[in-house]
């Protein structure tokens, strides 16, 4: 079962490893820092247009973030 904590774990990992600052990161995608402080600690997902923006700037896959897996092409 896919939960919010999962979520959550998942987008702290892609934030922290993307070398960029909090500052650097919200300025890129149109939040607040302290929005994107509340992702790292779990305190709030963003919204799916954030999400968007988010997996973009960090070049992230929203379907590994979102735990989704895709079926195998064969």
Request: glycine residues 6%.
């Amino acid at each position: 079962m896919i939960t919010a904590t999962h979520i959550s774990k998942k987008l702290a990992e892609g934030i922290l490893q993307s070398g960029m600052t909090q500052e650097e990161i919200a300025l890129k995608i149109g939040v607040r820092q302290q929005q994107i402080s509340s992702y790292i600690h779990g305190k709030t997902l963003p919204a799916l247009d954030t999400l968007s923006r988010l997996c973009t700037a960090l070049d992230l896959d929203a379907n590994e973030i979102l735990c989704v897996e895709r079926e195998k092409e064969y």
